[in-house]
C-alpha cells in the first residue's frame, strides 16, 4: 500500500527527471533514461541550473546545483567518467567558477534574480555560507573522477586536506548537510583508492561520532519540524554508520509508513517565504524526491 501510493504520486506529479528516477530504482529502466534526464539541467559551462536542487529556480550554473547532480549520478550508481555528464561537471568545476580560492559558494549572487528560498538569497558573490557545504563533496567528485596528473585533481587533493584539517579541529561542525558532504568525500576518496591522501580512519571515526550527534533523537519532532533523521546520511543495515544508530533506523522504517499522507507523499517541513506559487510547484518537486528516498530506504531494509 505504501509503494503503490507513492507510486502513483510519482506519475501524478513528478517532474521527468524524478520519474526516470523511479522508473530505474523500481520498475528496471535503465540509467540512460536518467541520464538523459539530468542532462537537460546541464549548462554549456558542465555547471546545472533550472532548479535542478528545488529551491532555486535560478538557471544559471552553481555549486549547489552542480552537487545535486553528483548525488544523483551517485544513487544510479553511475561512475564512467568519459561520459558527458561527468566530463562537464569537471570542467565547470576547473573553470574556478564560484570559486573563492578556499570554498565553492554555497549561494550565489544571481539566485537572487529568480524565486528561490531565503536560504539561497545572497547580497553578494563573495559570500559563501564559510563551510565544506558542498565543497568537500566537490573536492571528493574531483577526486574520484579527475585525471590524476591533472591541476584539477591537485586542487581536489589540496581541498580533501584542508576540510580534513578543519573537521578535526572544529566541534562546531555539526550542519547535517555539511556532514553529508564529508561523507561523499570518505566515499568517493575510498573508491578511488587514493588512500593516501587523507587519514582515511581517523576520518571515518570522526563521521561515526558527528552522524550520531546529528540524529534527532526525539522521534516526536520527526513529523513537523526540519530534523535530521538516519536516512540523511545512510539507508542501508550495510552502512559503517549503522551499528551506532541500530535502533532509530530501524524506527525510521515504521515512522515512514505511519508518516505517509493520503496523497502518496510525505510532508516537505520547510517552506518559502516569498514566491508562492512556485513554491507550489517546488514542494511538489520535493515531494517526489522524498518518496524516491524513502522507498529505497524501505527496500534496502527489506521492507518494502
Same mark, same amino acid.
Given at each position: 500500500m505504501t509503494y503503490d501510493k507513492g507510486r502513483e504520486f510519482i506519475y501524478r506529479n513528478a517532474r521527468p527527471?524524478?520519474?526516470?528516477?523511479?522508473?530505474?530504482?523500481?520498475?528496471?529502466?535503465?540509467?540512460?533514461?536518467?541520464?538523459?534526464?539530468?542532462?537537460?539541467?546541464?549548462?554549456?559551462d558542465g555547471g546545472f541550473g533550472h532548479a535542478l536542487e528545488a529551491d532555486a529556480w535560478n538557471p544559471n550554473s552553481a555549486p549547489i546545483q552542480t552537487w545535486a547532480a553528483t548525488e544523483i549520478l551517485r544513487e544510479i550508481d553511475f561512475t564512467d567518467? =568519459?561520459?558527458? /555528464?561527468? #566530463?562537464?561537471?569537471? &570542467?565547470?568545476?576547473?573553470?574556478?567558477?564560484?570559486?573563492?580560492?578556499?570554498f565553492w559558494l554555497n549561494t550565489i549572487k544571481s539566485n537572487n534574480d529568480f524565486p528561490h528560498a531565503p536560504w539561497w538569497h545572497t547580497e553578494s558573490d563573495s559570500i559563501s555560507h564559510n563551510n565544506y557545504n558542498p565543497t568537500a563533496c566537490l573536492a571528493g567528485f574531483i577526486i574520484r573522477f579527475a585525471d590524476k596528473d591533472s591541476e584539477l585533481y591537485k586542487l581536489g587533493c589540496h581541498i580533501a586536506n584542508e576540510a580534513f584539517a578543519y573537521l578535526m579541529s572544529d566541534e562546531s561542525t555539526n550542519d547535517m548537510h555539511t556532514i553529508l558532504c564529508y561523507i561523499r568525500l570518505m566515499e568517493y576518496i575510498e573508491e578511488s583508492k587514493a588512500t593516501d591522501?587523507?587519514?582515511?580512519?581517523?576520518?571515518? =571515526?570522526?563521521? /561515526?561520532? #558527528?552522524?550520531?550527534? &546529528?540524529?534527532t533523537q526525539d522521534t516526536d519532532k520527526w513529523a513537523t519540524s526540519y530534523i535530521c533523521k538516519p536516512s540523511q546520511f545512510f539507508n542501508s543495515r550495510n552502512s559503517i554508520f549503522y551499528n551506532d544508530n541500530k535502533e532509530i533506523a530501524e524506527y525510521e522504517c515504521e515512522y515512514i509508513e505511519k508518516a505517509q499522507l493520503a496523497d502518496g507523499s510525505w510532508n516537505i517541513p520547510w517552506d518559502w517565504c516569498e514566491y508562492p506559487n512556485e513554491w507550489a510547484i517546488s514542494k511538489n518537486w520535493w515531494k517526489s524526491n522524498v518518496i524516491i528516498q524513502n522507498m529505497l530506504y524501505l527496500r534496502n531494509f527489506g521492507k518494502l
Amino acid at each position: 500500500m505504501t509503494y503503490d501510493k507513492g507510486r502513483e504520486f510519482i506519475y501524478r506529479n513528478a517532474r521527468p527527471l524524478d520519474l526516470a528516477r523511479w522508473q530505474y530504482h523500481f520498475e528496471n529502466s535503465s540509467k540512460d533514461s536518467v541520464l538523459n534526464a539530468l542532462s537537460y539541467y546541464q549548462n554549456e559551462d558542465g555547471g546545472f541550473g533550472h532548479a535542478l536542487e528545488a529551491d532555486a529556480w535560478n538557471p544559471n550554473s552553481a555549486p549547489i546545483q552542480t552537487w545535486a547532480a553528483t548525488e544523483i549520478l551517485r544513487e544510479i550508481d553511475f561512475t564512467d567518467r =568519459s561520459h558527458p /555528464i561527468i #566530463k562537464g561537471i569537471l &570542467c565547470y568545476l576547473e573553470t574556478g567558477e564560484s570559486f573563492e580560492g578556499k570554498f565553492w559558494l554555497n549561494t550565489i549572487k544571481s539566485n537572487n534574480d529568480f524565486p528561490h528560498a531565503p536560504w539561497w538569497h545572497t547580497e553578494s558573490d563573495s559570500i559563501s555560507h564559510n563551510n565544506y557545504n558542498p565543497t568537500a563533496c566537490l573536492a571528493g567528485f574531483i577526486i574520484r573522477f579527475a585525471d590524476k596528473d591533472s591541476e584539477l585533481y591537485k586542487l581536489g587533493c589540496h581541498i580533501a586536506n584542508e576540510a580534513f584539517a578543519y573537521l578535526m579541529s572544529d566541534e562546531s561542525t555539526n550542519d547535517m548537510h555539511t556532514i553529508l558532504c564529508y561523507i561523499r568525500l570518505m566515499e568517493y576518496i575510498e573508491e578511488s583508492k587514493a588512500t593516501d591522501i587523507i587519514n582515511l580512519a581517523t576520518l571515518k =571515526s570522526k563521521l /561515526i561520532e #558527528k552522524v550520531k550527534n &546529528c540524529i534527532t533523537q526525539d522521534t516526536d519532532k520527526w513529523a513537523t519540524s526540519y530534523i535530521c533523521k538516519p536516512s540523511q546520511f545512510f539507508n542501508s543495515r550495510n552502512s559503517i554508520f549503522y551499528n551506532d544508530n541500530k535502533e532509530i533506523a530501524e524506527y525510521e522504517c515504521e515512522y515512514i509508513e505511519k508518516a505517509q499522507l493520503a496523497d502518496g507523499s510525505w510532508n516537505i517541513p520547510w517552506d518559502w517565504c516569498e514566491y508562492p506559487n512556485e513554491w507550489a510547484i517546488s514542494k511538489n518537486w520535493w515531494k517526489s524526491n522524498v518518496i524516491i528516498q524513502n522507498m529505497l530506504y524501505l527496500r534496502n531494509f527489506g521492507k518494502l
